[in-house]
């Protein structure tokens, strides 16, 4: 029987992504798996390498797709990407050495470059190598340092004024700490042990079920670090330069509004004792007069944008 693998990368996909990104995906190096998730009715494409595990989704959504690739993730380690963004190649080793050093952390923050997705210059060339885990040194201060991440302050006391006035801006998100789970290296044992609980948490009355679109990116990581929280933890530590994750920043008129204080219930829901949480969803929910009129101004740049790339 194989080694469990070490990392495994997975990725929610409609199975339309490029022969280079595949490829360079691929060249990942050392004892990793790849869990790749389509949608129902997609057709999966051929992919010889044996780290590959295919999987097709019973339900579309981007979430559910991801559910599941993390709920088939074999490895030590788990990260998530999209299928238009690329990794270091030597990631699966950094992680190793990482966790071997700070056997204690949860997750790993990667440095991550946003590039526009017509900067192929950018885009395509070579990664530089990473630096040695144990050569740096632990220190908020910017720089070649491993700057470490504290656990959200989830226990912070709930702003009352939100309820008379829920256009309060945030100030608790201020910090070093992280929200998201995308492009970050997160022990697999954390993941899977809140993966239940979030299943049971989306199950609304009996038998009927909600699972919002979108807005999960930050939903899983969030709901991780709740699952598990110990006031003051350090749970990780952010890498330096260089860039060991490239994202692909699309045309805005590609990318739909994205309704945040939905799956923000489902936070609310599931640890209504952390005052952290409760603003956040009320903040969120400020922003519903602005997501509906740019959900219609999307849909009409949207349409021109397309109208004007296909002639």
Same mark, same amino acid.
């Given at each position: 029987?194989p080694?469990?693998?070490?990392?495994?990368?997975?990725t929610?996909?409609r199975?339309?992504?490029?022969?280079?990104w595949?490829r360079?995906l691929?060249?990942?190096?050392?004892?990793?798996?790849?869990?790749?998730?389509?949608?129902p009715?997609a057709?999966?494409?051929?992919?010889?390498?044996r780290?590959?595990?295919?999987?097709?989704?019973?339900?579309?959504?981007?979430?559910?797709?991801?559910?599941?690739?993390l709920?088939?993730a074999d490895g030590?380690?788990?990260?998530?990407?999209?299928d238009?963004?690329?990794i270091?190649?030597d990631?699966?080793d950094?992680a190793a050495?990482?966790f071997?050093?700070?056997?204690?952390?949860?997750?790993?923050?990667?440095l991550?470059?946003?590039i526009?997705c017509q900067?192929?210059?950018?885009i395509?060339?070579?990664?530089?190598?990473?630096?040695?885990?144990?050569?740096?040194?632990v220190s908020?201060?910017?720089?070649?340092n491993?700057?470490?991440?504290?656990?959200?302050?989830?226990?912070?006391?709930?702003?009352w004024?939100y309820?008379v006035?829920?256009?309060?801006?945030?100030?608790?998100?201020?910090a070093?700490?992280?929200?998201?789970?995308?492009?970050?290296?997160?022990?697999?044992?954390?993941?899977?042990?809140a993966?239940? $609980?979030?299943?049971?948490t989306?199950?609304?009355?009996g038998v009927l079920t +909600?699972? %919002?679109?979108s807005g999960?990116d #930050?939903l /899983?990581?969030?709901?991780? $670090?709740?699952?598990?929280?110990k006031?003051?933890?350090i749970?990780?530590? +952010?890498? %330096?330069t260089?860039g060991q994750v #490239?994202? /692909?920043?699309q045309h805005p008129a590609l990318?739909?509004?994205r309704y945040?204080?939905?799956?923000d219930?489902?936070?609310?829901?599931?640890?209504?004792?952390y005052?952290?949480?409760w603003?956040?969803?009320?903040?969120k929910?400020?922003?519903?007069?602005r997501?509906?009129?740019?959900?219609?101004?999307?849909?009409?740049?949207?349409k021109?944008?397309?109208?004007?790339?296909?002639d």
């Amino acid at each position: 029987m194989p080694p469990a693998p070490i990392l495994s990368i997975v990725t929610p996909t409609r199975g339309d992504f490029s022969a280079d990104w595949l490829r360079r995906l691929l060249e990942v190096r050392g004892n990793v798996q790849f869990v790749m998730v389509y949608p129902p009715g997609a057709i999966c494409q051929p992919i010889l390498d044996r780290r590959v595990k295919a999987i097709k989704s019973p339900y579309k959504g981007a979430m559910m797709q991801r559910f599941i690739a993390l709920l088939n993730a074999d490895g030590r380690y788990v990260i998530n990407i999209d299928d238009d963004d690329f990794i270091h190649p030597d990631v699966a080793d950094v992680a190793a050495a990482y966790f071997e050093n700070y056997p204690d952390s949860v997750v790993l923050r990667l440095l991550t470059e946003k590039i526009d997705c017509q900067d192929f210059q950018n885009i395509e060339r070579p990664w530089e190598p990473i630096p040695q885990v144990e050569t740096l040194t632990v220190s908020s201060s910017e720089g070649s340092n491993l700057r470490p991440i504290p656990i959200v302050p989830l226990d912070i006391a709930f702003d009352w004024r939100y309820l008379v006035w829920p256009f309060l801006p945030r100030r608790d998100d201020h910090a070093p700490h992280i929200e998201n789970f995308n492009t970050k290296i997160w022990r697999n044992d954390y993941v899977q042990k809140a993966l239940p $609980q979030l299943s049971k948490t989306m199950r609304l009355w009996g038998v009927l079920t +909600w699972i %919002p679109n979108s807005g999960d990116d #930050r939903l /899983i990581g969030l709901f991780i $670090q709740a699952y598990s929280f110990k006031q003051g933890q350090i749970i990780g530590h +952010w890498l %330096p330069t260089p860039g060991q994750v #490239r994202f /692909i920043s699309q045309h805005p008129a590609l990318k739909p509004p994205r309704y945040h204080f939905l799956t923000d219930f489902l936070l609310v829901k599931g640890f209504p004792q952390y005052g952290y949480l409760w603003n956040l969803f009320f903040n969120k929910l400020s922003y519903l007069p602005r997501l509906l009129a740019k959900s219609l101004l999307w849909k009409l740049q949207n349409k021109k944008y397309r109208s004007d790339s296909s002639d």
